[in-house]
């Protein structure tokens, strides 16, 4: 037989299709297409081909849908070498059966054949995560497989789900908003929930868990605006929810679905991000083991938001819209801007965002504190370019080419700078910006951001008078 190789196939954004050739020992070989900045990459593993040898393709809807598990078996195939005499027969291990499952709850088919020793194995991020890489090994045929999960987006706030640790892991994915949900109750438990999302014209339903005969509705005002702002539950003493009560933008509450308990309470309400657009969680048969949600920011007059600024590569993401802004930290190194976290008010509370950049990367760091609530970030002004380190090999020059090079945070009563404007410093085609609405200060930033560096900035502001 001809010899594995590994292979690894990095990360993607999402995976578009799978494309599987089976015949009658099990996989020969896996074709996968993802997509990484709008850009189809097609990847294959294993070689083998032949009339012997069934073609089958499984797509996602992308981009609202992603496989978030593969299932199979991996064990001794017997196949014919036919690299030394086409009869003579010998065994290999090698990956004998396949199947994906994804967000929106659809299994393919079984591809393959598992043999009588095989070996079931399971790939699975935590809550929902989508696949975005895989990697293992191959040769003539598929010989090993594993695979790397992601979050699905940054730019939504995306709650854990509250319950038990058991159970299959499931995210529906995000929406222009929600029209009803449905809720079976079984015993005092939750035993399914159904939720009929909008996505333009289309109504997309969900359903987890097992249908009960005690089956109740909420049925929302979406044609009129109305979303849900936050989730009420209750988990029983097992781990399973109990109990739920849906809130909405227009300050009505469904009516509690199951049976509440004591003392065992959660609550669904991210701070700074206001319409729940998709739900999330574990169930298994006949019960929902926990419940999580992904939020999306709302903005509403008199809030804006103001275009990012920099370069169009990277993840988007989005802190949502705060009160104030109480501290900046920002890394910086080789000329160029790293990672950028921010830290907001909220009433009394405070709200700690997520590490935008590397913050792993060795470089300085400057922390910024505001003084409470007296000052506040009137605009940002920066410069972004490219950097041409031609030393570098090929692949590090692409990752390392375009880069925030300066940014400035001016408030109402100094001016917090990172890296000056050098112009030796190897940088061309140099754009200035500016982030800034007369009388009103921000309350919240967004951009995008690979995993070395920041890489594009934008922000919320309010009128100063609302504050």
């Known amino acids: 037989m001809s010899e594995q190789c590994p292979f690894d196939d990095g990360v993607y954004d999402c995976v578009k299709k799978v494309i599987i050739g089976e015949d009658s020992q099990g996989v020969a070989y896996i074709t996968i297409q993802y997509v990484r900045n709008g850009d189809v990459v097609q990847l294959e593993h294993g070689s083998e081909r032949g009339t012997q040898i069934t073609e089958t393709e499984f797509k996602v809807k992308d981009p609202d849908e992603y496989i978030t598990c593969i299932e199979g078996t991996w064990g001794e195939a017997k196949r014919y070498d036919s690299d030394i005499h086409m009869w003579n027969q010998t065994l290999s291990r090698t990956v004998t059966e396949l199947q994906f499952k994804t967000s929106h709850g659809r299994t393919s088919q079984k591809f393959g054949k598992p043999g009588a020793d095989s070996i079931e194995f399971k790939l699975e ?14 040769g003539r045929f598929l010989g090993e497989i594993e695979a790397n999960f992601d979050v699905v987006s940054s730019a939504l706030k995306q709650l854990e789900p509250q319950g038990g640790s058991d159970g299959h892991s499931w995210d529906d994915g995000a929406y222009d908003g929600l029209r009803k949900v449905c809720i079976g109750e079984d015993g005092g438990r939750v035993s399914s929930v159904e939720f009929v999302y909008a996505k333009g014209d289309q109504r997309i339903t969900h359903c987890h868990g097992m249908d009960s005969n005690e089956r109740k509705e909420f049925e929302l005002e979406y044609e009129d605006g109305e979303y849900i702002i936050s989730v009420e539950g209750t988990t029983d003493d097992d781990g399973f929810v109990s109990s739920l009560i849906f809130n909405t933008s227009m300050d009505r509450s469904s009516e509690e679905f199951g049976k509440a308990v004591a003392n065992n309470e959660f609550f669904l309400k991210p701070i700074g991000f206001h319409k729940l657009v998709g739900f999330r ?84 760091r400057k922390q910024f504190k505001l003084c409470d609530n007296n000052e506040y970030i009137t605009s940002v002004e920066g410069f972004f370019g490219e950097k041409l380190l031609t030393s570098e090999t090929v692949d590090e020059f692409e990752s390392i080419y375009y880069k925030m090079k300066r940014l400035d945070f001016i408030t109402n009563i100094t001016t917090y700078s990172v890296l000056e404007n050098d112009p030796s410093d190897g940088y061309v085609d140099v754009v200035p910006f500016k982030l800034e609405e007369k009388d009103h200060k921000i309350v919240g930033f967004h951009g995008k951001s690979t995993e070395l560096s920041l890489q594009q900035i934008g922000v919320y502001v309010k009128p100063i008078d609302d504050a």
């Open 125 to 138: 991020g935590n809550n929902g995560t989508k696949l975005v890489g895989l990697l293992g090994s191959s």
């Open 281 to 364: 969680g574990r169930s298994c048969v006949d019960r929902i083991n926990a419940l999580g949600a992904n939020f999306a920011v709302v903005v509403v007059p008199p809030v804006k938001k103001l275009q990012a600024q920099g370069t169009n590569s990277g993840e988007e993401w989005d802190d949502g819209i705060h009160d104030n802004v109480r501290m900046i930290t920002v890394t910086y190194g080789h000329e160029s801007v790293i990672a950028v976290t921010f830290e907001y008010a909220n009433g009394t509370e405070t709200v700690v965002g997520d590490a935008r950049g590397d913050f792993d990367e060795i470089g300085d």
